[in-house]
């Protein structure tokens, strides 16, 4: 994932191939990547933060041109190795990126923005790179989400207004957001996990060990759903249903938060 800071390594934290997923994670991959592939289609695409690679393969087929970048190298390789030259990767800080203006119709940042040092920045670089009515989709943990715990490593989680003002100020426009996952009541187990798994991510070591030991991932997040080198076809036909959010009002409903914007030509 990027950010500005050497000193950090996402690679302990990202989703990559055999690892164990809970069903909700799944989802939220599986869904993020049905809503990319459809607005990829024909369109030079740029997928930031883009880790193993897991959706490139579906946003491959669909896009005219497809670029990745991701800030760590480690991750990236697993990506390239899979995907050999088939598809261009790029090691590089998202709030820097190395192309020129206005080269790429769609933008993707998926579950990435918590952890960047300057929003602002890194929506401005995304704005510089869109060719005029080009567009820009991210989703993002809610933090108003009555259940949310913040992740290890992460620096800023806007909340919706803010986030929707970030865009305005960036040259955004078209602003839509989006929200998925809504709470519901939950068991006295379900509780029960996630007070554990806030215990989990309070403390560095055990949140960056969730990948690594999967007894801990299961007690955190109960049954897993081993992960692959890519998702397929299949997968897309996962649908959840999205409730359209005022782009001025803090949502204490939904869990995930989409946001789609555009560059005005």
């Known amino acids: 994932m990027p950010t500005s800071d050497n000193r950090r390594d ?3 934290i990202t989703e990559v191939p055999d690892s164990g997923l809970s069903q909700e994670q799944f989802l939220r991959m599986a869904h993020r990547y049905r809503v990319a592939a459809d607005l990829a289609e024909g369109r030079r695409v740029l997928e930031i933060a883009c880790g193993a690679g897991i959706g490139l393969g579906l946003l491959q087929r669909r896009a005219q041109q497809l670029w990745a970048v991701d800030y760590s190298s480690s991750v990236l390789q697993q ?4 995907y050999g030259a088939q598809i261009p990767f790029v090691h590089a800080d998202a709030q820097d990126l190395p192309f020129a203006n206005h080269v790429f119709d769609l933008v993707l940042c998926f579950e990435a923005i918590y952890y960047l040092a300057d929003l602002g920045r890194f ?5 510089r790179v869109l060719a005029p009515n ?3 989709l991210i989703s ?3 933090p108003d989400w009555p259940n949310f715990v913040p992740g290890v490593l992460t620096t800023h989680y806007p909340v919706l207004p803010e986030m929707t003002e970030a865009l305005h100020a960036s040259g955004f426009d078209n602003i839509q ?7 519901t009541q939950q068991r006295a187990a379900d509780r029960l996990r996630n007070r554990l798994r806030a215990l989990v991510m309070k403390n560095p070591f055990l949140a960056q060990s969730l990948q690594r030991i999967p007894l801990l991932k299961v007690l955190a997040y109960r049954g897993l759903i081993p992960l692959g080198a890519e998702l397929t076809e299949a997968d897309l036909a996962i649908s959840l249903p999205v409730s359209p959010l005022s782009p001025n009002e803090r949502d204490e409903s939904h869990r995930v938060l989409y946001f789609q914007a555009q560059v005005m030509g």
């Open 79 to 82: 990506a390239q190795r899979h």
């Open 10 to 12: 996402y690679a302990a």
């Open 177 to 183: 957001c989006n929200g998925i996952l809504p709470a």
């Open 134 to 136: 080009g567009l820009l």
């Open 140 to 142: 993002t943990s809610n």
């Open 123 to 127: 929506l401005c670089e995304c704005q």
